[in-house]
């Protein structure tokens, strides 16, 4: 089973029977991620890219994450929305953190939904929670949704040319660095911001 991800013919392998399964399997997986974040985003974008083709592949993975992340907005919206209201009274960062959103979260929300190490389904919570607009909302995640799978597949596609070429998978793995500590640092841009 190992062999399965650790080698050039095991990986080609997974991506056939993923592609005999079919493309609702990668559709629905990627959008189940934004209800369960414990899957694997990056390894689902990457299977999906390499078993459906780029193109394909891309469009499978950015329609998913869009409709799943919406469709996790729209729930707490209108289920959670007003019971969460008197806990949210009671803790005064989660207020201030909701009135930055309302304020001036466009541009940061895109940023960070933009950003793969980004938790999206937490901020699909606290954007559900604030007053943004829904229609409003759609467009960060379409346009955010977008660069993010990009960024992935630039990492992520034809994958299995790792074994046979070291630069491709050095230059990979420092991109995904460079990334981890952007988001890691506009974490904390964006904690500074809300403690002022």
Request: charged share 15%.
């Given at each position: 089973m190992l062999?399965?991800?650790?080698?050039?013919?095991?990986?080609?392998?997974?991506?056939?029977?993923?592609?005999?399964?079919?493309?609702?399997?990668?559709?629905?997986?990627?959008?189940?991620?934004?209800?369960?974040?414990f899957l694997?985003?990056?390894?689902?974008?990457?299977?999906?890219?390499?078993?459906?083709?780029?193109?394909?592949?891309?469009l499978t993975s950015y329609s998913a994450t869009v409709l799943g992340s919406y469709l996790v907005f729209l729930t707490v919206r209108y289920f959670l929305r007003k019971p969460a209201q008197k806990y949210i009274v009671k803790h005064e960062k989660?207020?201030?953190?909701?009135?930055?959103?309302?304020?001036?979260?466009?541009?940061?929300l895109l940023i960070l939904l933009s950003i793969p190490f980004t938790p999206s389904s937490v901020i699909n919570v606290i954007a559900a929670l604030s007053n943004l607009r829904k229609s409003v909302y759609l467009c960060i995640l379409i346009v955010a949704k977008a660069i993010m799978i990009l960024l992935m597949s630039v990492v992520g596609y034809?994958?299995?040319?790792?074994?046979?070429?070291?630069?491709?998978?050095?230059?990979s793995i420092v991109f995904l660095v460079l990334l981890y500590f952007f988001s890691k640092w506009y974490q904390k841009y964006i904690n500074s911001k809300l403690e002022k």
């Open positions: 062999e399965k991800f650790t080698t050039q013919e095991g990986l080609e392998s997974l991506f056939e029977e993923v592609e005999a399964i079919g493309i609702i399997v990668g559709f629905l997986l990627a959008m189940a991620e934004a209800f369960l974040p694997p985003l990056f390894a689902i974008v990457i299977i999906n890219l390499n078993s459906y083709g780029l193109i394909l592949g891309f989660l207020s201030s953190m909701l009135r930055f959103v309302d304020h001036k979260g466009f541009a940061f034809d994958i299995t040319s790792f074994f046979t070429s070291p630069l491709q998978l050095t230059i």
